[in-house]
């Protein structure tokens, strides 16, 4: 199990330094040692891990494949991060994918699972998200909500980067609405 966690770290590493091809091979050595020891938490990130990369490739079909995967797997498994994570992660691919309806219901659900478990990151990044996919949707006042109230909990953490990509999809929905003054304000807010 410990192998498992640890192939999965070095996973994450070898993704963080730009090594897509070293990152998939230990995360699906990580996902064979999960599986076999039945450690269906780590199964199910190591599948949004697995998921995340393969829609940053373009391989949507396949990432799709694994998120349902990983949903599956969460009939099994009441660890409401997870769960959260799964959803929110699976929401932005839904919303690539033009399937509004289900990304929106993961969206809120992610919603409700980070403010239940009093996760306020998870919480500020996921109602950011659902910020950016009212925008993507052609929804820019919800869109503008969304991210104000992201934007607010970002600035009670004093999550420097999460202020500024907020205040930049902030900036980016009202230069949709053609508010070009209020988004030059706010890209310059962002740049800052």
Same mark, same amino acid.
């Given at each position: 199990?410990?192998?498992?966690?640890?192939?999965?770290?070095?996973?994450?590493?070898?993704? %963080? $330094? /730009?090594? @897509?091809?070293?990152? !998939?091979?230990?995360?699906?050595?990580?996902?064979?040692?999960?599986?076999?020891?039945?450690?269906?938490?780590?199964?199910?990130?190591? #599948?949004?891990?697995?998921?995340?990369?393969?829609?940053?490739? /373009?391989? *949507?079909?396949?990432?799709?494949?694994?998120?349902? %995967?990983?949903?599956? &797997?969460?009939?099994?498994?009441?660890?409401?991060? =997870? #769960?959260?994570?799964?959803?929110?992660?699976?929401? +932005?691919? *839904? +919303?690539? &994918? /033009?399937?509004?309806? =289900?990304?929106?219901?993961?969206? %809120?659900?992610?919603?409700?699972?980070? @403010?239940?478990?009093?996760?306020?990151?998870?919480?500020?990044? %996921?109602?950011?998200?659902?910020?950016?996919?009212?925008?993507?949707?052609? @929804?820019? $006042?919800?869109?503008? /909500?969304?991210?104000?109230?992201?934007?607010?909990?970002?600035?009670?953490?004093?999550?420097?980067? !999460?202020?500024?990509? $907020? =205040?930049?999809?902030?900036? #980016?929905?009202?230069?949709?609405?053609?508010?070009?003054? =209020?988004? @030059?304000?706010?890209?310059?807010?962002?740049?800052?």
């Amino acid at each position: 199990e410990r192998e498992g966690e640890a192939l999965h770290l070095q996973g994450n590493l070898a993704a %963080r $330094q /730009g090594d @897509r091809n070293t990152a !998939m091979n230990y995360w699906q050595d990580a996902l064979r040692l999960a599986e076999e020891n039945n450690n269906n938490t780590l199964a199910i990130q190591l #599948r949004c891990d697995i998921a995340q990369a393969r829609k940053v490739n /373009g391989d *949507y079909k396949a990432a799709l494949d694994d998120y349902e %995967r990983a949903l599956v &797997m969460l009939s099994h498994n009441d660890h409401a991060p =997870t #769960r959260g994570l799964v959803l929110s992660n699976a929401a +932005t691919l *839904y +919303t690539e &994918m /033009g399937d509004v309806e =289900t990304a929106q219901a993961f969206y %809120r659900e992610s919603i409700e699972i980070a @403010r239940a478990t009093q996760d306020q990151h998870a919480e500020s990044l %996921r109602i950011g998200n659902l910020g950016w996919f009212y925008a993507l949707t052609g @929804r820019p $006042q919800l869109a503008i /909500g969304e991210l104000e109230h992201a934007l607010r909990l970002s600035r009670q953490l004093d999550n420097t980067l !999460m202020v500024a990509v $907020q =205040t930049n999809n902030l900036a #980016r929905t009202y230069y949709q609405l053609e508010d070009y003054e =209020t988004a @030059r304000t706010l890209y310059k807010q962002s740049v800052a």
